[in-house]
């Protein structure tokens, strides 16, 4: 089997994952349900996710030998490091609060997808940031 059909399965296998688990959080005030899922090609160091509800952002990432990704929200004074196991996919979750912003930056070729997930009413992004 070839690295691209493993990684698609993947993928997959993490976004109907997440689906599951949304569905299982649902509350009697709205449904968790807005999903927006970015990648798999980074062009530039950074992405940004943020919503004006309460959300989870979901990775799952590839990188090559040396790969780093950072995880950091401003004014919260804490950031992650993760060294990424090179050429194996790695899975990762972060919850934001609304109005937050999840920062995500790579050092190295990085590959993968983030998801987004919030409220279905929620004005929400994960874009990339030069």
């Known amino acids: 089997m070839n690295i691209q059909a493993i990684l698609a399965a993947v993928t997959i296998v993490v976004i ?5 688990i949304l569905l ?16 798999p090609i980074w ?6 996710c943020t919503s004006n509800k309460d959300f989870l952002v979901y990775g799952a990432l590839r990188g090559l ?9 401003p004014n919260l004074g804490a950031q992650s490091l993760y060294a990424l196991d090179h050429g ?5 979750t972060i919850g ?11 050092t190295g070729l990085v590959t993968g997808w983030l998801t987004l997930q ?11 940031t030069p």
Do not use: L, P
């Not at 934001?96 to 790579?106: F, K």
């Not at 919030?118 to 990339?128: F, G, L, R």
């Open 16 to 20: 109907v994952s997440a689906v599951a």
């Open 24 to 39: 299982s959080m649902q509350k009697d005030e709205g449904t968790f349900s807005k999903i927006i899922t970015a990648g």
């Open 43 to 48: 062009t530039s160091d950074t992405w940004s």
């Open 65 to 73: 030998e040396g790969t780093e990704i950072s995880i950091s929200i």
């Open 88 to 92: 194996k996919m790695q899975a990762f």
């Open 96 to 106: 934001g609060q609304s109005d937050q912003t999840v920062i995500i930056t790579r």
């Open 118 to 128: 919030t409220m279905s009413d929620a004005d929400a992004s994960c874009v990339q």
